[in-house]
T-cell receptor, first 108, second 113 residues
Framework: AQRVTQPEKLLSVFKGAPVELKCNYS??????LFWYVQYSRQRLQLLLR?????SIKGFTADLNKGETSFHLKKPFAQEEDSAMYYC??????????WGAGTKLIIKP | DAGVTQSPTHLIKTRGQQVTLRCSPK?????VSWYQQALGQGPQFIFQ???????QRGNFPDRFSGHQFPNYSSELNVNALLLGDSALYLC????????????FGPGTRLLVL
């Protein structure tokens, strides 16, 4: 079955600490993976995509096909990183399959 | 550019009723996708419209239908509402069906009593 799993519903870290939001996927084809973010009272927006291998707001994510993972990382958390984070997989027919999301809280 | 807009923002209906939700895509976008997001869950793909036709459909019953107009705006219709249809309905637009980035609207929160 094609599935995206975000095992943590809630992750709370202190400001300045490293952050890792986990995402695992199950997909038989060649996956395209994305991280979307939703800040408080804002709409869902794209954070980054694996294909571009970019760093956005200090976040990076590496696709590990062996472990079927696409974890989101940031070395030093900032308070403005507090938000809801969703991992999504794009199927070959361009449909997005979403994880349930992880709420990240950065404590001062 | 206001980006993707949706109306109404909130809606309360009773079981068995019908509802229509509306979406205007981001300027320049021609493809609209609809998602249902239940509380505590990620979005679930309902369907996608391009060139006024339904191009892709997720695992939703026929009670869920849609339409796309020549100006690329779109409607989501849900008939015979069930309590379980209570959710946030998100509209997203992209440039063509294979557009990598989807731009989301603020959503319509539907409550079915």
């Amino acid at each position: 079955a094609q599935r995206v799993t975000q095992p943590e519903k809630l992750l709370s870290v202190f400001k300045g600490a490293p952050v890792e939001l986990k995402c695992n996927y199950s997909y038989s084809g060649s996956p395209e993976l994305f991280w979307y973010v939703q800040y408080s009272r804002q709409r869902l927006q794209l954070l980054l995509r694996h294909i571009s291998r970019e760093s956005i707001k200090g976040f990076t994510a590496d696709l590990n096909k062996g472990e079927t993972s696409f974890h989101l990382k940031k070395p030093f958390a900032q308070e403005e990183d507090s938000a809801m984070y969703y991992c999504a997989l794009r199927r070959s027919n361009y449909q997005l399959i979403w994880g349930a999301g992880t709420k990240l809280i950065i404590k001062p | 550019d206001a980006g993707v807009t949706q109306s109404p923002t909130h809606l309360i209906k009773t079981r068995g009723q019908q509802v229509t939700l509306r979406c205007s895509p981001k300027s320049g976008h021609d493809t609209v996708s609809w998602y249902q997001q239940a509380l505590g869950q990620g979005p679930q793909f309902i369907f996608q419209y391009y060139e006024e036709e339904e191009r892709q459909r997720g695992n939703f019953p026929d009670r869920f239908s849609g339409h796309q107009f020549p100006n690329y705006s779109s409607e989501l219709n849900v008939n015979a509402l069930l309590l379980g249809d209570s959710a946030l309905y998100l509209c997203a637009s992209s440039l063509h069906v294979d557009g990598e980035t989807q731009y989301f609207g603020p959503g319509t929160r539907l409550l079915v009593l």
